[in-house]
C-alpha cells in the first residue's frame, strides 16, 4: 500500500469516529420530539402528512400494534411495486420504451427493495423505466431505510422505559426517519453528486462516436438522487448495472470516498442515538466500539490479503477486477464497508478479491450484519448479541442476567436465538438446495470452491439483506428468483418480529438498582465479551460452509491453483 492510500483509509476510520456523536445527537432530539434546526421548516409539512393520513403521534402502540403496522406497510409497499414492474410498459417516464418486467423477476425485485436490500437479479439501464426507477425503487430505498430506523428506536425504548406498556407510534417514527434524517441527508448529497458530474436528468439514451469510431449508447436518467439514497440508507441497488463502478455513478475520487462513507454514517451515529436514549452514553459507546473493532480488523486482513503475493497470477495487489481509476485499497475498502454495512453497492467484482479478502466479506455478512450493519439494522442485530452475552455472562457468575437494570429472562433468550437462527438456516438450507438441483449448479461461472462461493454468497447477501453480488452467477432464473426472494422475506421479518417481541417484552419490566453482582455492561470487558459472542456463533455455524469455499480455495490457490 502506498502512504497516500493509508491516510486514507485512516481518514476515514476517523470520520467514522468524529461522525458518530454529531449526527447520533440530532437523531435523538428528532425520536424524542425536541426542536433541531430543520424543525421551523420540517414541523408543518410532518404536521400536515399527519392531518393529511389521519395519524395521531401522540396515541402510542403496543409492540403487536407496532410490528402489525410495520408489516401492513412493508406488505403494501411490495404490492404497489410489484404491479408497477408488471405496467411499465404502458407508464410514463420511459423513453426506451422498455417492456413490464417478468413476474417472477418483478416479485424478487420488489422483495428486494421492501427489505432494504436491493439485490439485483437484472441491468438497471436495460430493464427498469425512469418511473420504476425513481417513483417504484427509489422510493422504498427511504421506506424501507426508515423501517429499519424505527424498529431500533422501538426496541430502545423498550430497553430504557420502566413499566411501560407501549413503544412509540410506528408511523410517527417512519415519518421523522424520513423527512428529518433520510431526505435532508440524501438532498445534500444529491447535490453534492451533480457538481461532480453524476448523470440527474429525464432524458432518452445518448448514442456517441467513440475515438475509434464505434458507437456506444450512454445511458441517463434520474441517476444522482437514487445513488444517494442507496448510499445513506445503507440500500446499495445501482441505477446501472455496474453500480458504483460506472462513472455516472461514481465519477471523481470525491465521490468514491464520500459514497463510502455514507455507507457507514448512519448506522455508526445510530450507537450514539441509542446511548443517549437509553440515558448512559458510555453503552453506545460500547456497542460501537465492538463494531468498530470488527470493521478495522476484518479490514486489515482484507488488505493484508489482497496486497500479498497471489501465486497464480505472479503479483500483489492484483488488479484484476478491481476499480482500476481508484486502485486496490479503494476497491478493498469499499468491499469490506459495504458488506459490513449491509449495502449491496460495489465499485469492484468481489468474485476477483483474493480467496481470504471474498471470505472476510462473506464473514462480514455470515456475522449478521452487525459491524455497522444497515440502518438500524445492524444495531438491533447487535442488541440481540448483547442479550446473549449478558445471559453468557450471568451464566457465568451464577445471577440472573441484566442489563440497564432489567432482568434478561427466557422469552428474551428464544427470541434473541431465534434472530439468530432464522438467518442461519435460510442461508445454509438454500444453499445446499442450490448445490444438490441442476437449476442451482447451472447459473454458476466457475468450478470448485470458487463456484460454492459465488452460490454461499449469493444466499448470504439476499438473507442479510446486503444486496452486493459475488459476480459470477446468474441469478435472473426462477429458481433463483423465488428461492432468494423467499431468502429476503426471512432474512428480514425472521429478525424483525423477534426483535419487537423483546422489545415488547423489555419494556414492561421494573428496573434493578445495581448492586456488587451486577455485571456491568459500559466496560472494555463487556465490549471483548461482545466481540466474542459474535465471532464464536458466527464461526460455529458457518465455519463448516466457510471451509467448503473461501478456505479451501486459499490453501488450493497457495498450490498454485486458480479457479
Do not use: C
Given at each position: ?20 456523536p454529531l449526527l447520533g445527537g440530532y437523531m435523538k432530539r428528532v425520536f424524542d420530539g425536541e426542536r433541531t434546526f430543520l424543525t421551523p421548516v420540517l414541523r408543518p409539512v410532518e404536521n400536515l402528512i399527519y392531518r393529511l393520513s389521519g395519524i395521531k403521534p401522540e396515541v402510542e402502540q403496543h409492540w403487536k400494534e407496532y410490528t402489525l403496522a410495520l408489516l401492513a ?491
Open positions: 500500500m502506498s502512504a497516500l492510500e493509508i491516510v486514507q483509509v485512516v481518514l476515514y476510520l476517523l470520520l467514522l469516529i468524529a461522525i458518530t406497510f412493508n406488505i403494501l409497499g411490495f404490492l404497489l411495486l410489484f404491479v408497477m414492474q408488471l405496467l411499465q410498459g404502458v407508464l410514463p417516464l420511459n423513453p426506451e420504451g422498455l417492456p413490464g418486467v417478468e413476474p417472477w423477476l418483478a416479485f424478487n425485485t420488489a422483495t428486494s427493495f421492501m427489505t432494504n436490500t436491493n439485490w439485483q437479479s437484472y441491468a438497471g439501464e436495460t430493464t427498469m423505466s425512469q418511473l420504476t426507477q425513481m417513483v417504484g425503487l427509489g422510493v422504498q430505498n427511504f421506506l424501507s431505510a426508515a423501517t429499519g430506523i424505527a424498529v431500533v428506536i422501538a426496541l430502545t425504548r423498550g430497553l430504557a422505559r420502566k413499566s411501560a406498556k407501549t413503544l412509540g407510534n410506528f408511523w410517527a417514527d417512519l415519518v421523522r426517519s424520513t423527512l428529518y434524517i433520510l431526505l435532508p441527508l440524501a438532498l445534500v448529497f444529491a447535490l453534492i453528486l451533480v457538481s461532480q458530474g453524476v448523470v440527474q436528468n429525464f432524458d432518452a439514451n445518448v448514442t456517441a462516436t467513440t475515438l475509434t469510431g464505434e458507437t456506444q449508447v450512454l445511458p441517463q436518467g434520474p441517476a444522482a438522487s437514487q445513488i444517494a439514497i442507496k448510499q445513506i440508507g445503507s440500500n446499495g441497488g445501482g441505477f446501472y448495472n455496474a453500480n458504483s463502478a460506472h462513472p455516472y455513478e461514481n465519477p471523481t475520487p470525491l465521490t468514491n470516498f464520500l459514497e463510502m462513507f455514507a455507507l457507514l454514517a448512519i448506522a455508526a451515529a445510530l450507537t450514539n442515538t441509542y446511548g443517549r436514549m437509553v440515558g448512559s452514553t458510555r453503552q453506545g459507546w460500547v456497542i460501537f466500539a465492538a463494531m468498530f473493532a470488527l470493521f478495522a480488523v476484518l479490514l486489515g486482513v482484507m488488505l493484508l490479503s489482497e496486497y500479498s503475493a497471489n501465486p497464480v497470477l505472479g503479483v500483489a495487489g492484483a488488479m484484476e477486477g478491481k476499480e482500476t481509476r481508484f486502485g486496490v485499497a479503494n476497491s478493498v475498502l469499499w468491499a469490506g464497508a459495504t458488506t459490513s454495512a449491509s449495502n449491496g453497492s460495489v465499485n469492484a467484482m468481489h468474485s476477483s478479491l483474493s480467496p481470504l479478502a471474498g471470505g472476510v466479506a462473506l464473514l462480514n455478512m455470515l456475522l449478521g450484519e452487525v459491524i455497522f450493519g444497515g440502518v438500524g439494522a445492524g444495531l438491533y442485530g447487535m442488541l440481540v448479541f448483547v442479550i446473549l452475552t449478558v445471559f453468557i455472562a450471568g451464566l457465568m457468575v451464577g445471577r440472573t442476567p441484566e442489563y440497564l437494570g432489567k432482568k434478561i429472562e427466557a422469552r428474551e433468550v428464544q427470541m434473541a436465538t431465534l434472530a439468530v437462527l432464522f438467518p442461519a438456516a435460510s442461508i445454509l438450507l438454500l444453499t445446499a438446495l442450490a448445490t444438490a438441483v441442476d437449476a442451482g449448479l447451472s447459473s454458476r461461472l466457475s468450478a470448485g470452491p470458487h463456484g460454492f462461493s459465488e452460490i454461499l454468497y449469493t444466499y448470504t447477501s439476499a438473507t442479510a439483506n446486503n444486496g452486493s453480488a459475488f459476480a459470477g452467477l446468474n441469478a435472473n432464473t426462477a429458481f433463483y428468483n423465488i428461492t432468494l426472494g423467499l431468502a429476503l422475506w426471512v432474512g428480514r421479518f425472521g429478525v424483525i418480529i423477534p426483535v419487537m417481541a423483546i422489545a415488547g417484552s423489555m419494556v414492561g419490566k421494573t428496573v434493578a438498582p445495581p448492586s456488587l453482582g451486577t455485571f456491568p455492561t459500559d466496560r472494555p470487558l463487556f465490549v471483548g465479551m461482545l466481540i466474542a459472542v459474535v465471532v464464536i456463533v458466527g464461526a460455529l455455524t458457518f465455519f463448516p460452509a466457510l471451509s467448503l469455499g473461501p478456505v479451501a480455495e486459499h490453501f488450493l490457490l497457495a498450490a498454485g491453483q486458480g479457479f
